[in-house]
């Protein structure tokens, strides 16, 4: 993986096997940046990330784990189901979200506020992954990680809370 320095916007880029992953300061929000993947097929824009170490966690993620892409029907293997940033729509507080399987929305947040644990949803329903695992983490990468693999297996193993 090559990392070039910050240069007329562009905070870093990544390249890998084909892939390049440029991350940008957003034009209309300061302190905000944007994920742009270019595979050999397409080109791909994520926004509104809050912090540059948000946005560089997330394009490694999608770098080290080639479980977030997935096949499109015209077999283009690159398609991304990239997490994105977002303020959560209930109660402000940010969250991590993606789309799963069958188009359903899947997010990680802080469901207590900002000091708080770190939770899987499928829309607004908590999941967990058994009855002894209430789906707790310290870190929204934790479960984002967990939550990829669910969303691997068709979410067959999740159970909602």
């Known amino acids: 993986m090559l990392l070039e320095n910050e240069m007329n916007g562009v905070a870093q880029t990544m390249n890998c096997e084909g892939l390049e992953i440029k991350i940008r300061k957003c034009?209309?929000?300061?302190?905000?940046?944007?994920?742009?993947?270019?595979?050999?097929?397409?080109?791909?824009k994520f926004g509104d990330y809050a912090s540059l170490a948000e946005a560089q966690d997330l394009s490694?993620?999608?770098?080290n784990s080639r479980s977030t892409w997935r096949s499109s029907s015209s077999g283009d293997c690159w398609r991304p189901s990239v997490w994105q940033s977002r303020k959560c729509p209930l109660g402000g507080v940010r969250e991590f979200w993606r789309r799963g399987p069958?188009?359903?929305?899947?997010?990680?947040?802080?469901?207590h506020g900002a000091d708080g644990y770190w939770r899987m949803y499928s829309e607004n329903f908590p999941i967990v992954r058994g009855h002894?695992?209430?789906?707790?983490?310290?870190?929204?990468?934790?479960?984002i990680g967990v939550l990829e693999m669910l969303a691997a297996d068709g979410m067959r193993t999740a159970l909602l809370d």
């Open 27 to 44: 034009a209309g929000a300061a302190g905000h940046f944007q994920i742009e993947v270019r595979t050999p097929w397409d080109f791909y």
């Open 60 to 63: 490694r993620d999608m770098i």
């Open 102 to 111: 069958r188009g359903t929305t899947l997010s990680v947040r802080q469901s």
């Open 132 to 143: 002894d695992d209430p789906g707790i983490y310290d870190t929204p990468h934790e479960a």
